[in-house]
């Protein structure tokens, strides 16, 4: 076979972006038209590769409706016309669609220019080449045959959304390994050049970014990579409604750096401001960041309508014999422990002093409230070992203004 097959005209065939059937750079009549049944059946096969399909299979993917009277015997025709576009007419199409056990499968070995099974062998070439320009090389041609998504039609069974996926990961696994291969090299420009270019097909995707942004930044332009940055700033907020990881926004900080003076975007500042770790008690803060806290509270809630309260736990006969305050410190220690594990995290707690906890409670209703109280009570008596004490607490709505005396 191989000796018919290398006398015919070349066939290329292009998936990665588009589609397109040509021989010998002329478009293929009846192959020409994306949507055509036709063209459908060769996305098919070609999207499972050397895995075959059932004629089962290729009629519920080509006709799901049902709409076709005997769709066994249009498969078969579909299958002919199909094996005739490709042949160009010179009697060879059998060669590039085969029938194993009753079973259609694309024949790789039939002559034929393929953009992505080019583009997937080499991938297994630069993976297996040990010397560092070899693998550069390969990664660059594979790079450059990935023009976008893998048969991006409005058809899109489940193969060829899988070889889509397939490819795309290839492709996201080329940009890595060529940036890690021009940062080794010192090549920076490389990179800008593959991430500009990677852009132009994808401009959604962070982590291209940020290689584009270091880059800049290692080549000594952090004017240039604070623009980057804000036109991926603009355009992940704008059309995407996202804001940048923080990755990204770490990025930011080292533009900041090599500007020496630079208005940070408010993206970063969040991501500077932002907790480290979703909380996961009251916070505990000291009586000076406590008051701040409370006005803060008496405006916001004077402002907005909203209900806060301001409540008091108070320990009662905690006093040594000789008048030492170890029972006290004890006690208001083991109290503020059983109030940080009852309370919401958005809670603060905070001691007025050696026998008295202040606590500032949000978003609850006062019933709510009360209870909390009760539970921090006995939280506290379940655990607490020591000279005999009792507890009380006191529960107030915030105001604007301290009540007339």
Not at 73 to 91: E, F, H, T
Not at 267 to 276: D, G, I, P
Not at 317 to 330: L, R, V
């Amino acid at each position: 076979m191989a000796s018919c097959l290398s006398s015919r005209s070349r066939l290329t065939i292009r998936t990665l972006g588009a589609f397109s059937v040509q021989q010998d750079g002329r478009a293929i009549p009846g192959l020409s038209t994306p949507n055509s049944t036709v063209s459908r059946l060769l996305m098919c096969l070609l999207a499972r590769r050397q895995d075959p399909f059932s004629t089962d299979e290729l009629i519920a993917l080509l006709w799901p409706t049902g709409r076709v009277k005997d769709p066994a015997k249009a498969l078969v025709a579909l299958i002919y016309r199909l094996r005739r576009a490709l042949s160009a007419c010179q009697g060879r199409g059998t060669d590039y669609i085969q029938l194993r056990q009753n079973c259609y499968v694309w024949n790789d070995a039939a002559p034929c220019f393929w953009d992505a099974e080019r583009f997937e062998s080499l991938c297994r070439q630069a993976q297996a080449a040990s010397a560092e320009e070899e693998q550069r090389a390969l990664y660059e041609q594979a790079f450059a045959l990935y023009q976008g998504d893998f048969l991006p039609q409005k058809f899109q069974p489940a193969c060829v959304a899988a070889a889509a996926s397939h490819y795309r990961q290839l492709y996201h696994q080329i940009i890595g390994r060529l940036a890690r291969l021009y940062a080794a090299q010192k090549d920076y420009a490389a990179t800008v050049k593959m991430c500009e270019a990677a852009l132009k097909i994808d401009d959604a995707l962070e982590f291209i970014y940020g290689l584009y942004i270091d880059a800049l930044l290692c080549l000594g332009q952090p004017v240039l990579a604070l623009e980057r940055y804000q036109q991926m700033a603009r355009h992940l907020s704008g059309r995407l409604g996202l804001s940048p990881s923080p990755q990204l926004s770490a990025l930011y900080g080292r533009i900041h750096q090599a500007l020496g003076q630079a208005p940070a975007m408010l993206s970063a500042v969040r991501a500077n401001l932002a907790e480290t770790a979703p909380p996961v008690s009251a916070q505990l803060c000291s009586l000076d960041s406590f008051r701040t806290l409370y006005q803060f509270a008496c405006r916001l809630t004077d402002r907005s309508g909203q209900i806060a309260f301001l409540a008091s736990l108070s320990i009662h006969g905690a006093q040594e014999p000789d008048g030492c305050a170890g029972t006290q410190e004890s006690a208001l220690r083991l109290l503020t422990q059983a109030a940080l594990q009852q309370l919401p995290c958005d809670s603060a707690v905070s001691s007025y002093s050696q026998t008295q906890l202040l606590l500032l409670l949000f978003s609850l209703p006062y019933e709510d409230c009360d209870r909390l109280l009760a539970a921090i009570e006995r939280a506290f008596y379940n655990e607490y070992i020591g000279s005999p004490v009792s507890l009380s607490h006191e529960l107030a709505v915030l105001e604007a203004l301290p009540p007339d005396a």
